[in-house]
């Protein structure tokens, strides 16, 4: 035999809370527990993509300082303010290219 439940108008607002709260996660492609399980705000995860320019030849197996580079409203390069340093596990990158690094290690870069 099935027992019936009464619905509170707390708990009618807290389902449609939670509702929301998923529906709101689905459109921005939060992955993961739902905050609800962790009662924390989202840390940004990993290490993230940073385009720079090399000033001089940087060899294979050295370290180097790039300059931070970054696209603008109209879609071109600019330079942009600063600097980050990354160790190159791969090729010899000439000067004056475009590179890609993820967590100060070179990841891609531009080519002659």
Known sequence: MSRGYRL?????????????????MR????AGDLPF???QKRQPSGATLQIG??????????????EVWKRNAAG????????????????????DKFVGCIGSWLVSAECD
């Open 37 to 39: 399980r962790q009662n």
């Open 76 to 95: 071109d390069m600019e330079k942009g303010t600063g600097t980050f340093t990354a160790y190159n596990l791969f090729a010899d990158v000439a000067a």
């Open 53 to 66: 320019k090399t000033t001089a030849e940087w060899t294979k197996g050295t370290d180097a300082t790039v």
């Open 27 to 30: 459109t921005t492609g939060i």
């Open 8 to 24: 509170t108008e707390g708990s009618v607002r807290s389902i449609n809370a939670t509702i929301r709260t998923v529906n709101q």
